[in-house]
């Protein structure tokens, strides 16, 4: 009988935790996962923000793509989706100015700026045309060419309709966006030759 006491009472108490809004928040878990030394954990935790409906999961997803050398292209994607659900009417666009700045960053490594600029193109947003022409022309902090980037702009800029010769989304438009991902796709690698950083 006393068990049966106790056993209600921590029902009681859970039913009361849960109704009063003392949950445990998903993005401290999940940004715990983020700084595991497992990198399972690390992509599950990418999976999982890709899919979760909160907005802070962009921020975590952009710590992700700018520090993870591992798991940076599949933080690539899952940004891809989170630019193709989040349409706003906000003016200029979070995600595609967050993701600008990455691009059009002489300090960040080539291949960071490159993906950067593909995620642009990937989204679909024509907002991204101006942060676009100017990753185009993009130089690297020694005011040297980046090619790498230059190149991965140029394709985004033929996606979005800008050029006279287009090309076609890696991602297909309507895949992605608002659909519960159980694995993350690997995008094409970018081509690198002797990156310089």
Same mark, same amino acid.
């Given at each position: 009988? /006393?068990?049966? +006491? ?9 039913? +009361? ?6 949950? $445990? *928040? ?6 715990? %996962?983020?700084?595991?030394? *497992?990198?399972? $954990? ?11 409906? *909160? @907005? /802070?999961?962009? $921020? ?7 520090? *993870? !050398?591992?798991?940076?292209? +599949? ?13 706003? !009417?906000?003016?200029?666009?979070? +995600? ?15 291949? $960071? /700026? ?11 947003? /024509? ?5 676009? #022409?100017?990753?185009?022309?993009? #130089? ?11 190149? %991965?702009?140029? %394709? ?6 800008? #050029?006279? %010769? ?20 690997? @995008? ?10």
């Amino acid at each position: 009988m /006393r068990y049966l +006491i106790v056993l209600a009472s921590v029902l009681a108490a859970a039913i +009361i935790l849960s109704i009063s809004g003392c949950a $445990v *928040d998903p993005m401290e878990r999940l940004n715990e %996962q983020i700084e595991s030394e *497992d990198i399972e $954990v690390r992509q599950q935790a990418v999976l999982r923000l890709a899919n979760l409906d *909160d @907005p /802070r999961a962009i $921020v975590s997803l952009n710590e992700v793509f700018e520090d *993870d !050398d591992e798991l940076r292209d +599949i933080a690539a994607v899952a940004l891809v989706k989170k630019g193709r659900e989040e349409v706003t !009417d906000q003016k200029p666009d979070p +995600i595609i100015e967050g993701i600008a700045a990455l691009a059009n960053n002489a300090h960040l490594s080539q291949h $960071v /700026r490159a993906r950067a600029a593909w995620i642009l193109g990937e989204i679909g947003d /024509r907002e991204a045309i101006p942060a676009l #022409k100017t990753a185009a022309a993009a #130089k690297l902090s020694n005011g040297d060419p980046a090619p790498i980037v230059q190149e %991965q702009a140029n %394709q985004a800029l033929e996606k979005l309709g800008y #050029k006279e %010769q287009g090309r076609p989304f890696e991602m297909a438009m309507g895949t992605l966006a608002h659909q519960q991902l159980s694995v993350i796709p690997e @995008p094409e690698p970018i081509e690198t030759g002797e990156e310089a950083a």
